[in-house]
C-alpha cells in the first residue's frame, strides 16, 4: 500500500499532473470491454507521455501507451500498471514542400482536416480509419491498397530504454499491418507525413467515395468493436485473402459467444451486443480460426491486439 501511494506520489513531482487509480478501461476502448486499470493518465503532451514514461520505467511499474483505444481487446481482470493514453495533439506543415508534421496523440480525422484544408492530397485513404497517429504507425494501418507507412518520411521515438530517436524512410521496416515499433517495443512521439499538392474539390470526393465504401460493408458508426478482427492471410506466393471471405465461407456468420457475436453485413468484425467480455470474444474468435483452419487450412492471424497480462507492484 505504502509503494502505491509512493509511485503515485512520485508521479505526481515528475510528471506534473497526478494520475487516476481504478479506471474502466470499457470506457477507453471501442469494444466496450476491460476491467479497471490500477493506474490511468492522460497525457496531454510529448513532454507529459515522456515523462509518465520515465517515471514508470525508473519505479518499475508495467506501463502500456494507447491512443485512442480502437485496436485493442482490454482483459475482463483490467491491467496491474499504468495505462497512459496518448492525448499529445498538434499538426503543422512539415520542414518540406508537401509534408505535415503531427504529434502522435493527434485523431487521423483531424490529419485528414488539416490536409483537405491545406489542398495536401495522398491521405484520402485514411478516411474513416478511428485512432491516433501512434496507434497507425504501430500497426501500419490502411486501407484501400495504401497504408500510414507509405506517407511516413520519418519520425520521433522513445526507445525500449526511454532515449529518444529519429527513424526515417523505411527505418520502421512496414509491412501490412507491420513495423518494428511491434519488436522494438518503442513509442511514437511525432512523425512528418508526405502529401502532394492536390485540388480540393478531388481531395473532398476521394474522402467522401472512401467513407461511403465502409458505410457499405461495415457495422453502423458506433458499433462496439475494434475493426477487423483478423488480418487478411498473405500466401506464400504473395496473394492476399479476404479473411471476410474465408470466414464466410466457414460458416461464421451467425457464430456467437455470450454477447460477442460476428457482425451479419461483414463477417470479420466481432462486436459487443452488449455485455460481452473478453473472454467470450476470445472464445469466439478461437472458434471462428478453428473453423477457417478446417474449412480452408488457413491459420489466420488477429489483428485487434490482445493486451498482455501483467503483475501487481503493490
Ligand atoms: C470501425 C473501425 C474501423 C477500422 N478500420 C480500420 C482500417 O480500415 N484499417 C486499419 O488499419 N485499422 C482499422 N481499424 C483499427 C484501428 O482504427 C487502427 O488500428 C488504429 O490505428 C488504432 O489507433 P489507436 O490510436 O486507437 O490505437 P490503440 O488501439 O489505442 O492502440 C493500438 C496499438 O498501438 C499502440 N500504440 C498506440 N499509440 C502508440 C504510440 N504513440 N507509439 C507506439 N505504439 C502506440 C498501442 O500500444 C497498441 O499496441 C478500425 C477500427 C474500427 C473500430
Redesign the pocket.
Known amino acids: 500500500m505504502d509503494k502505491f501511494k509512493d509511485f503515485a506520489g512520485g508521479f505526481l513531482e515528475s510528471v506534473g499532473r497526478p494520475l487516476m487509480t481504478g479506471v474502466s478501461l470499457k470506457e477507453?476502448?471501442?469494444f466496450r470491454i476491460g476491467g479497471k486499470a490500477e493506474f490511468f493518465f492522460e497525457a496531454g503532451s510529448a513532454e507529459e507521455?515522456k515523462a509518465a514514461v520515465a517515471r514508470a520505467r525508473l519505479e518499475s511499474v508495467p506501463f502500456?501507451?494507447?491512443?485512442?483505444?480502437?485496436?485493442?481487446l482490454f482483459p475482463d481482470e483490467g491491467y496491474l500498471g499504468l495505462i497512459i493514453?496518448?492525448r499529445a495533439q498538434g499538426i503543422s506543415r512539415g520542414p518540406g514542400p508537401g509534408e505535415i508534421e503531427v504529434l502522435?496523440?493527434t485523431?487521423?480525422s483531424k490529419v485528414l482536416q488539416f490536409a483537405l484544408d491545406n489542398g495536401l492530397a495522398g491521405l484520402e485513404f485514411l478516411a474513416?480509419?478511428?485512432?491516433?497517429?501512434?496507434?497507425?504507425?504501430?500497426?501500419?494501418?490502411?486501407?484501400f491498397g495504401s497504408?500510414?507507412g507509405d506517407i511516413f518520411r520519418a519520425g520521433v521515438?522513445l526507445d525500449e530504454k526511454g532515449n529518444e530517436r529519429t527513424a526515417e524512410g523505411n527505418d520502421l521496416a512496414f509491412a501490412y499491418?507491420r513495423s518494428a515499433?511491434?519488436q522494438k517495443h518503442?513509442?511514437?512521439?511525432s512523425a512528418v507525413l508526405k502529401a502532394a499538392a492536390g485540388d480540393p474539390e478531388m481531395i473532398r470526393n476521394g474522402i467522401e467515395e472512401n467513407l461511403d465504401k465502409?458505410r457499405r460493408k461495415?457495422?453502423p458508426?458506433g458499433?462496439p468493436?475494434?475493426?477487423?478482427y483478423f488480418k487478411n492471410p498473405v500466401l506464400p506466393d504473395g496473394t492476399k485473402v479476404s479473411a471476410g471471405r474465408l470466414l464466410e465461407e466457414a460458416g461464421a456468420r451467425n457464430v456467437r459467444v455470450g454477447d460477442a457475436a460476428v457482425f451479419s453485413g461483414h463477417c470479420n468484425?466481432l462486436i459487443n451486443l452488449g455485455r460481452a467480455r473478453a473472454c467470450d470474444v476470445l472464445a469466439l474468435a478461437a472458434e471462428l480460426k478453428e473453423r477457417v483452419r478446417a474449412t480452408s487450412g488457413i491459420l489466420l492471424e488477429e489483428?485487434?491486439?490482445y493486451?498482455p497480462g501483467s503483475f501487481s507492484m503493490f
Open positions: 477507453h476502448s471501442s507521455l502500456y501507451v494507447i491512443g485512442g483505444g480502437y485496436n485493442i493514453q496518448n502522435s496523440g485523431p487521423l474513416g480509419i478511428p485512432g491516433t497517429l501512434g496507434g497507425a504507425l504501430y500497426s501500419n494501418a490502411g486501407a497504408s500510414i521515438f499491418r515499433l511491434q518503442s513509442i511514437a512521439l465502409r461495415q457495422p458508426w458499433t468493436c475494434a475493426g477487423s468484425f489483428e485487434v491486439i493486451l
